[in-house]
């Protein structure tokens, strides 16, 4: 069945048509390798840098602080390696939190083998980091504080503002992994005392394969990947250039439009979860009820498991995906529904739905037409479901 509805934009999103017509005269046209000194190289050039003025406008930086990379887990790669790396005399402690994604928590693990210390915090039931905990995590060691600032499956914003200003009372750096967050949250790297924050091209419009790392001027921090002088000799190879253009493009407008678009998703996001939520009994929101991303909605439904309703919406024509895209296909409940305290059997039978602006009302009505039949089908399926119901009756 041909997917008619896509709601599964945590995972990745469509290029906009906008940002794909930007990108197109890169590849034929201008198709000159950015360090030359000739024409074509300059306009290669130019327009990458464009796009730095592009990313950095978006958060409040300065262009000069711009790192192109190949995605968010080569940004959140290069923040962790690069400065535990850089800062491993001043101390081996890293601080992150349970709910990272994996790019963030592999990498930690990898680092535990290498002489680095990870304290990784609890979350509370809607998925929020606790300063308190933060605070008391804090060590002389500490050289990093590593935080998502939007988690991808459950939505929740984590308060980035109040625990940049910690880390830098303490003199520790924050790292913000900010890839759902950007083009749907406002974020001000001054303001929230954000050292790096890792991008990603294709959760907001651009192409996948296309990423930026923030890193404020000063930071200490060694490069990835070496070879070439590119971007200042932080992350060597030839630009791609198209892909640049291209997320520079969506991040400015995904920037421009981000008031309206907020308002839109969480319009729309609200009707689902609460018309889910009456329509379903026994299911429960996960995640931070306001504090959330504008398109989130993730909802675990007693009884069943999250993968049959995935086939099943399927069979509608319908994406979604139960809780990480990454871990679909295996069958470990997710690490970040695991940390907000669901039981291994709620955490199975979970659903997230992510929205974006190509999404219509009239879908919502489908979902809320088609989901109640699919987990009541289900259901009947279920001994356990049949012995409650009829204990309730
Ligand atoms: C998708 C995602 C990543 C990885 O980004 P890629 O560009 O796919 O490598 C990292 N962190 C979060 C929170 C994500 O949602």
Not at 152 to 172: R, V, Y
């Amino acid at each position: 069945m041909a997917t008619k509805i896509y709601m599964d934009h945590a995972a990745t999103t469509p290029v906009r048509k906008e940002v794909l017509e930007a990108m197109l005269p890169y590849f034929t046209e201008y198709y000159g390798n950015a360090s030359g000194i000739y024409g074509i190289a300059k306009e290669s050039k130019k327009a990458m840098e464009k796009a730095r003025e592009q990313v950095a406008a978006a958060i409040n930086a300065q262009p000069s602080e711009i790192y192109f990379t190949a995605g968010g887990s080569e940004s959140d790669n290069m923040a962790l390696r690069g400065v535990a790396e850089a800062l491993k005399d001043k101390g081996n402690h890293i601080i992150t939190t349970k709910i990272e994604h994996h790019a963030i928590l592999h990498t930690c693990e990898y680092l535990e083998k290498h002489g680095f210390r990870v304290t990784y915090l609890d979350v509370d039931a809607d998925g929020k980091v606790r300063l308190e905990d933060l605070e008391a995590a804090i060590c002389p060691e500490t050289i990093l504080i590593s935080v998502m600032f939007a988690n991808n499956e459950i939505g929740t914003i984590e308060p980035i503002a109040e625990i940049g200003k910690l880390a830098h009372e303490k003199g520790i750096y924050l790292h913000t992994d900010a890839v759902q967050a950007m083009g749907h949250v406002p974020i001000d790297v001054e303001e929230m005392h954000i050292d790096l924050l890792s991008i990603s091209g294709h959760k907001l419009g651009a192409p996948k394969g296309i990423g930026a790392i923030y890193i404020r001027k000063g930071v200490r921090i060694t490069p990835l990947i070496f070879g070439g002088a590119q971007e200042k000799k932080m992350r060597a190879g030839t630009e791609n250039i198209p892909g640049i253009v291209g997320l520079g493009k969506a991040v400015e407008l995904a920037a421009a439009e981000l008031p309206e678009t907020r308002a839109t998703l969480e319009k729309m996001r609200d009707r689902l979860i609460h018309g889910i939520l009456e329509a379903i009994p026994y299911s429960k929101l996960n995640g931070h009820p306001t504090d959330r991303l504008p398109g989130n909605c993730n909802i675990s439904f007693e009884f069943i498991e999250g993968e049959s309703m995935l086939l099943l919406l399927d069979a509608l024509g319908v994406a979604a995906s139960s809780g990480s895209a990454c871990t679909s296909g295996s069958l470990d409940p997710s690490h970040v529904l695991l940390a907000i305290g669901l039981p291994h059997e709620k955490a199975h039978g979970s659903l997230r739905l992510t929205l974006d602006t190509d999404n219509t009302e009239e879908e919502i009505d489908f979902i809320l037409e088609k989901l109640p039949q699919i987990v009541a089908r289900l259901r009947e399926m279920s001994p356990l479901y049949e012995e409650v119901s009829k204990q309730a009756k």
